[in-house]
């Protein structure tokens, strides 16, 4: 509850492996790792780097658009080594104007050796500003004793890459 400044880093990347959206089936890996930015007296990091490989299956029905995904994170542990971490989520979205998405998720986070469980859901609002620029916000509701109760997110999602690729 005394935590002030900013938290760790986390940076990654996604590389859509076949399909090219637009309704057909497509999937696509995504790699991403954090480093321990956050002051150590902070209590807003874990001191520790974190690594993350995913994969993502996605599909439009109609005017829904449905990903699902799933993800092996492998977590610094301060003791020495890293603990495993597994994420499954379910996202649906549906457009509400042309540049304006909204979007929920539903999803679950299990931590075998921490014996964890967190079971959550986000509803959200995604901006496409641009083709390779994405501004999204949203909240995240903790479903799940282990899960916190309410987070705010605010992010960006940039495409290096071509457009529509």
Known sequence: PDANGPGDLVLGMRQRLFGAGGGDLSGALVLSGKLPTAADSSGLGSGEPDVRLGAIVNRSFGGVGANLFYQYGALGDPAGGSDDEHTLTLTLG????????????????????????????????????????????????????DAPDLQLYVGSTINFGRPGR
Do not use: H, K, Y
């Open 94 to 145: 549906t457009p509400l104007a042309a540049e304006v998405t909204m979007f929920a998720e539903l999803g679950a986070i299990w931590l075998p050796e921490q014996d964890q469980r967190r079971v959550f859901c986000i509803p959200g609002l995604a901006w496409t500003v641009r083709p390779w620029c994405v501004l999204d916000c949203a909240l995240n509701v903790g479903l799940s004793d």
